[in-house]
């Protein structure tokens, strides 16, 4: 199973520190110090995760070169979904005008491209499909509270896209393994607008329409789990971490990037890095690390990938790639 095209896209609005010291009580110099985030992007009003996630997927296709009437399956991991029904697939599946595709979404917060690799890769390994596009897509900004310094700093809107085909001359997936508890569901969380609690006038009153977070007890499961989940995946491929030319964690934040480095023996060179100018995107992050490190140079044929995922769900997962 291979990767056959990946692509990305971010909104062309820029927001500072500068900007945010503007809107909370919040200095660039905390959020550099504490996150290493200068800037994120944030989608212009009525732009929707749908939209990021075609831009990103015509990308993806058009380094693949696929059109839209080949693509068979389209799985999207967003936490952002432009409605809870139907899917953000569904409609990224009329915009792309992919007329034979099936299309469902994934939900497994900032471990959800992963997540997606795995399933889409199940698909075409099983010969079900020929061609299956996985996207991360986020309008992270519609869910942040910009009155909560604690959580408005850390994240941004983007879109990351993978092209799944069976070419053996292509970029090979060599593993993936996921892993998620739920006994840890309120450390990261939006309560509102579920069943469990429905959207009323007292719901947006209490501010439940935002995500909250346990900002120290999830970075102590981030570092934890993204640790052993990348040794699993090395362990799976009979791997050491010096073999791996580029480890792509979830940019959440440079200390937890540092930390799962350090953590993993891995060299600061080794560790892609782009959260200083995107911030947190999610289920984006890794799908647009990916592509900008190959676009950059950093992985070129052959290369060992190691990326390695954590979320809300709590959910984690890692994949091995060979270039
Ligand atoms: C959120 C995070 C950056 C906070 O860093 P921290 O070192 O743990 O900071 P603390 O929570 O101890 O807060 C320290 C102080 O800074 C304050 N603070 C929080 N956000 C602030 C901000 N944006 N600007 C200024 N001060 C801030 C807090 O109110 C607290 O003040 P207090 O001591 O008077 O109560 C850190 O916990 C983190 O990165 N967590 C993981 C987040 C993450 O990546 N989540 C997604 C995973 S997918």
Redesign the pocket.
């Known amino acids: 199973m291979s990767i056959t095209g990946v692509g990305s896209h971010v909104p062309s609005r820029v927001l500072s520190n500068a900007d945010l010291e503007r809107m909370?009580?919040?200095?660039d110099e905390?959020?550099r110090t504490?996150?290493g985030i200068r800037e994120r992007r944030i989608a212009a009003e009525g732009e929707a995760t749908s939209d990021l996630a075609v831009e990103a997927a015509r990308k993806a296709m058009a380094a693949a070169g696929v059109t839209a009437d080949q693509i068979d399956l389209i799985i999207v991991a967003t936490i952002t979904p432009d409605h809870l029904f139907p899917s953000t697939a569904c409609l990224v599946q009329h915009k792309l005008g992919a007329s034979r595709a099936a299309a469902f979404d994934i939900e497994a917060?900032?471990s959800g491209f992963v997540y997606a690799l795995e399933v889409g890769s199940h698909f075409v390994q099983s010969h079900t499909y020929d061609t299956v596009l996985v996207i991360g897509a986020e309008k992270m900004s519609s869910v942040v509270d910009w009155t909560d310094?604690?959580t408005c700093?850390?994240f941004g809107d983007g879109a990351g896209a993978a092209i799944l085909q069976n070419r053996p001359s292509a970029h090979g997936l060599l593993t993936t393994c996921l892993g998620s508890d739920g006994g840890k569901a309120g450390l990261?969380e939006m309560q509102g607008g579920g069943s469990a609690c429905p959207a009323t006038a007292d719901t947006v009153s209490r501010r439940l329409h935002f995500l909250r977070?346990d900002?120290?007890e999830?970075?102590k499961n981030?570092v934890n789990a993204m640790v052993s989940a990348a040794n699993e995946a090395l362990d799976r491929c009979g791997l050491e971490i010096g073999q791996i030319r580029c480890v792509i964690p979830?940019q959440?934040?440079q200390?937890?990037l540092t930390a799962v480095g350090e953590r993993l023996g891995a060299t600061p060179e080794q560790v892609f890095v782009n959260v200083d100018r995107y911030g947190?995107t999610?289920a984006a992050s890794v799908g647009i690390a990916l592509d900008e490190a190959v676009r950059e140079g950093r992985i070129t044929r052959g290369d060992l990938v190691l990326l390695v995922v954590?979320?809300?769900g709590l959910t984690w997962g890692a994949a091995v790639i060979e270039w």
């Open positions: 909370v009580d919040t200095s905390w959020i504490r996150t917060a900032c310094r604690n700093v850390l990261l977070m900002g120290k999830t970075f981030a979830h959440a934040n200390r937890i947190n999610s954590f979320g809300a």
